[in-house]
């Protein structure tokens, strides 16, 4: 039987936040959820939620399980206009790391931002 240690308070490399996978994750999603969809406004809060659920149980399948997850999804009609998005955080440098990805369409666009802070 294998034991864990519970009191580890910084993870092991195989077990780090790695933004590279946790941005494919985000872009499979994003991609098979909105593909061919049209910007709803009525639509568009249950659609965020629905993204950020989906994206979260799916980052969490990767074995981040000691990790606080913060999953934010905007999404927008789509212009033509330009769009800046900027977030700030207070964390760990050795630990916490964050994932990000852009999806557009005619009619809209998405941006996924995934943040993981390494629970102690």
Request: proline share 2%; with cysteine; charged share 25%.
């Amino acid at each position: 039987m294998e034991q864990t240690d519970t009191y580890l308070i910084r993870p092991n490399h195989q077990h780090k936040f790695k933004p590279a996978i946790v941005k494919e994750c985000v872009r499979e999603i994003v991609r098979e959820r909105l593909s061919g969809v049209q910007f709803d406004p009525d639509n568009v809060s249950q659609l965020t939620c629905s993204l950020a659920d989906c994206v979260k149980d799916k980052v969490k399948n990767t074995g981040l399980d000691k990790y606080k997850l913060i999953v934010q999804v905007v999404i927008g009609e789509q212009r033509g206009q330009g769009v800046k998005i900027s977030s700030r955080c207070s964390w760990d440098a050795d630990t916490d790391n964050y994932a990000e990805d852009v999806y557009m369409n005619d009619s809209l666009f998405c941006v996924v931002a995934v943040f993981g802070s390494y629970y102690y």
